[in-house]
């Protein structure tokens, strides 16, 4: 989510508008509060994770985007 020129969620939105754009995004932060996974995804992303996670969190994650 952070990056150095530009936020991840200004950087979802841009992606976003690209017509035929179809890639997931995921989000990946150390935000772990509550409610951030509400955020992220109302912010346009597909996934999200809060490190440190595990092996088996991201197999979970990725198998429920790409079986979708």
């Known amino acids: 989510v952070r990056m ?3 936020t991840g969620d ?3 939105k841009q992606l976003k ?3 035929g754009f179809d890639t997931p ?3 990946i932060t150390a935000d772990a ?4 996974h509400e955020k992220y995804m109302k912010a346009g992303f597909d996934g999200y994770l809060a490190k440190p996670f ?3 969190e ?3 994650l990725l198998s ?3 079986d979708k």
């Open 54 to 56: 595990s092996r088996e």
């Open 25 to 27: 995004i995921i989000a």
């Open 17 to 19: 508008k690209i017509e």
């Open 64 to 66: 429920s985007i790409f």
């Open 4 to 6: 150095p020129v530009v």
């Open 33 to 36: 509060m509550s409610d951030s």
């Open 10 to 12: 200004r950087l979802v």
């Open 58 to 60: 991201i197999a979970k």
